[in-house]
């Protein structure tokens, strides 16, 4: 079986999550080796904050491989181990703050050896930098909670290293600030670590996903055939996925169709939103007053065009489901009618926009009509009109 689009992203993010923890580990021990050398306070506390980070990053990617693991007693997925692993993750920036500010207050004050420092402060700095901003784009591409956490630890990482730099360079000029430093950088890692531990906790007690995507959402199924609104949604996030759960109305000629609309419409969100894991649309069957038919012509008020994809005009009819009474009439251009490639694919989405409840076409298995068809809309032979109106 190919893997899916979701396990295509887990693997991605496994492979980032490992390169950072032999990252975090180089810079800890370069920052340790430079610090202890040199006699830099600030050095060594930013030393202790890289040191944590390489378990932060390894409960990151333990996070992430248990994330793409399935188990029936988990129907939902384990996706939330990646919400604790940036639980963890901000848990142990937190106590690299703590640590690096105990040190700055009860540490022994000394001139650093700006020789070893300085070169050592510059390039953690700009590893620390680059791999973070990378690691944040990769997060947001891959949907994972946890390498966003990651990249922000190493962007409050190269912020901490920035301050010690800056430390390190006014020692020159007879300032001894190496104690002041490490104090700031405590701040800089206590506000990091908080702001994660905030959004994972969010995410452990099932916030629901933000609003802008909610909506989205709503306004994808109320543009589906056969739907006329959404009676109820709830949802919620799921270690960076996220779950919807709507109540639905349907007007559909029976329950079994209204059924078939559902289930394909569940099949329609998780393609159309990539970050969407589980999907459940619960029908409610609302017979409508009023029903949609769409007819191809060859030109307004012209005849039957006997091919769907190809027709040049269509006919939109707006009835009276019970009399079939014509309440309003309206031709539209057939925009993909001269499409070189794909024009079944192109019409049938095109029609499908236009939430239609019927379409006239003759008996044939185009893409456009097994579009049609799939979406729960009744295809009308030209021959079972009782009566025409082109």
């Known amino acids: 079986m190919l893997p899916t689009q979701s396990q295509k992203k887990l693997a991605a993010a496994r492979k980032q999550a490992a390169i950072s923890i032999f990252l975090n580990l180089f810079l800890a021990l370069g920052k340790g080796i430079a610090g202890i050398l040199s006699g830099s306070a600030a050095l060594l506390g930013d030393a202790i904050h890289s040191a944590t980070d390489v378990f932060a990053s390894t409960a990151v990617f333990v996070g992430i491989w248990v994330a793409g693991r399935e188990h029936p007693a988990f129907p939902y997925g384990l996706y939330k181990a990646e919400t604790v692993a940036a639980l963890i993750t901000s848990i142990a920036v937190i106590l690299a703050g703590y640590e690096i500010g105990r040190q700055a207050l009860f540490g022994v004050a000394g001139l650093p050896d700006i020789k070893i420092a300085l070169p050592v402060a510059t390039i953690s700095f700009v590893i620390a930098l680059g791999f973070g901003v990378f690691q944040l784009r990769s997060g947001r591409r891959l949907d994972s909670p946890a390498l966003i956490a990651d990249a922000r630890d190493y962007l409050a990482d190269s912020l901490s290293t920035a301050v010690v730099l800056l430390s390190l360079l006014v020692v020159p000029l007879g300032y001894n600030v190496d104690r002041l430093a490490a104090g700031i950088v405590s701040l800089f890692v206590f506000y990091a670590g908080g702001q994660l531990l905030v959004g ?46 709507m109540d639905v109305v349907l007007h559909t000629p029976s329950h079994k169709m209204a059924d078939q609309v559902a289930d394909r419409l569940e099949e329609e969100l998780l393609r159309q939103f990539p970050g969407l894991i589980l999907a459940r649309i619960r029908p409610h069957y609302a017979p409508g007053q009023l029903i949609r038919r769409v007819t191809p012509v060859e030109k307004p008020e012209g005849q039957l065009c006997p091919h769907l994809a190809s027709a040049p005009w269509f006919l939109v009819e707006t009835m009276v489901t019970e009399t079939r ?34 379409v006239v076409a003759k008996n044939e298995e185009s893409v456009a009509v097994i579009l049609l068809k799939e979406a729960g809309v009744d295809m009308v032979q030209p021959s079972s009109l009782i009566s025409t109106t082109i």
Do not use: H
């Open 200 to 245: 994972a906790l969010k995410d452990l007690l099932d916030a629901s996903i933000d609003r802008e995507t909610e909506r989205e959402i709503i306004a994808f199924v109320e543009g589906y055939p056969r739907i006329i609104r959404v009676k109820k949604c709830f949802s919620r996030n799921a270690g960076g996925r996220f779950l919807v759960d």
């Open 325 to 358: 009474e014509v309440k309003r009439r309206q031709f539209i251009e057939n925009r993909y009618k001269d499409a070189k490639k794909r024009k079944g694919l192109l019409v049938g989405r095109w029609l499908l926009k236009l939430k239609p409840d019927e």
